[in-house]
C-alpha cells in the first residue's frame, strides 16, 4: 500500500505528475524536495513501497516541470560527485587549513588595530595617517600605497568588530566555493577598487580607511558567480545575496554615519568583476587550479608587503 509525503497544491485543473527522482530514504527525497522548491519549481514526494525500487518518489507536475527539475538535480548531483572526490587542486587546503585563511585575515586587522592603539588611537588622525589611512591630497602626491594599508585599518573598536563578523561569513563562504588564492585576491583587488572609486568620485577631504569595500567586494563576487551560473543550480538566491548587503549597511550606517558609500560600491563591483573574469571555480585541471591559486595568492601576498614597506618608512 502506497502513503503520501507531500501532496501537490489541489485545483481545478488536472496535469499529469511525472516523477524526476527515487530516494532510498525520506530525508534524502526531502533534500531533492528542497533543493527543487529552491529554485521555485513546485515539486513533492511520495512513499511507493510496492515497486521494488527505492521507496520515495520526487514527483513533479508535467514534462516542462519534469525536464527542469531533472536538469537542476543532474547539477547538483555532479556538484555533490565533485565534493566527494578526493582530490583537490591543493592538498594543503582541507576544511581546516581553509579556515586558517580567513583567521589570519582577521588576526592581520585585529593586530594592526592594536598597534594603532598602542601609539596613540585608531581614532586619531595622525596615528591614521601614519598607517596608510587615505588621504586624496596623499594619494594625488604619489602615496599609491594606501590604497593598499588602508583596506586593513579601522576607525574605532566598533567598526573593527562589525567588519570581522561579516568577514567571517563571508570568507568562510568564500573559501568553500573559490579557495584561499582566489578569496585573497578577490578581497584585496576590491578593497584596492574601491578606494579608487573612493578617490575618484568621493569626498577629496575626508580622511578613509576600513575593511568594509574589501568584504563587501566578496558580497559581489558572490553576485558575481550567482549571474555566471544564472538558470542553474545555485546554493544562494538573488534575495540572500540582496538580504546580506540591507543587514550589513543597517549595521554600518549605524555604526558610522559618515560611511563611505562610494568606496562600498566600488568593493561590490570589483568583487563581482573578479568573479566574472577569473576561470569558475572547478573549471580548471587540478594542476591548473593549483598554480592560479599559488599565483593569486602570492600576487596578493606581494602587493600587500609592499604596501606595508612604504608605509613603514
Known amino acids: 500500500m502506497s502513503q503520501d509525503h507531500q501532496h501537490p497544491p489541489v485545483d481545478n485543473t488536472t496535469e499529469i505528475t511525472i ?36 521507496p520515495w518518489v520526487v514527483e513533479v507536475p508535467g514534462a516542462r516541470h ?16 565533485q565534493s566527494r572526490d578526493p582530490a583537490p587542486p591543493l592538498p594543503q587546503l582541507g576544511a581546516t587549513a581553509g579556515a586558517y585563511w580567513v583567521i589570519g585575515l582577521i588576526l592581520i586587522n585585529v593586530l594592526v588595530f592594536w598597534a594603532m592603539e598602542a601609539l596613540g588611537g585608531s581614532t586619531t588622525h595622525k596615528v591614521l595617517l601614519r598607517f596608510g589611512a587615505i588621504k586624496s591630497a596623499l594619494l594625488a602626491s604619489g602615496e599609491w600605497w594606501r590604497m593598499v594599508t588602508a583596506v586593513f585599518l579601522h576607525i574605532g573598536a566598533r567598526h573593527l568588530l562589525g567588519n570581522m563578523a561579516l568577514l567571517s561569513v563571508l570568507g568562510s563562504f568564500g573559501l568553500r566555493m573559490w579557495g584561499p588564492g582566489r578569496l585573497l585576491a578577490i578581497y584585496i583587488f ?24 574589501a568584504i563587501l567586494g566578496l558580497l559581489g563576487a558572490l553576485t558575481g558567480d550567482r549571474l555566471r551560473t544564472r538558470g542553474g543550480a545555485h546554493r544562494f538566491k538573488a534575495w540572500h545575496l540582496l538580504g546580506m548587503l540591507i543587514a550589513f549597511y543597517g549595521m554600518v550606517v549605524g555604526i558610522r554615519p ?44 606581494l602587493l600587500v608587503g609592499l604596501g606595508g614597506l612604504m608605509a613603514l618608512r
Open 66 to 81: 519534469a525536464v527542469e527539475a531533472d536538469r537542476q538535480l543532474r547539477e547538483h548531483e555532479a556538484e555533490e560527485k
Open 19 to 54: 516523477p524526476v527522482r527515487r530516494a532510498p530514504t525520506r530525508r534524502r527525497a526531502d533534500e531533492l524536495l528542497f533543493i527543487l522548491q529552491s529554485v521555485d519549481i513546485p515539486a513533492w514526494t511520495r512513499f511507493d513501497g510496492e515497486s521494488g525500487l527505492d
Open 190 to 213: 576590491a578593497g584596492l577598487f574601491g578606494n579608487i572609486a573612493g578617490y575618484i568620485f568621493g569626498s577629496a577631504v575626508a580622511l578613509k580607511a576600513g575593511a568594509s569595500g
Open 258 to 301: 559618515q560611511t563611505d558609500h562610494i568606496a562600498h560600491i566600488g568593493g561590490i563591483v570589483g568583487g563581482a568583476l573578479m568573479a566574472l573574469a577569473l576561470p569558475k571555480a572547478g573549471r580548471l585541471s587540478p594542476t591548473s587550479e593549483a598554480w592560479l591559486q599559488r599565483g593569486l595568492a602570492l600576487a596578493s601576498f
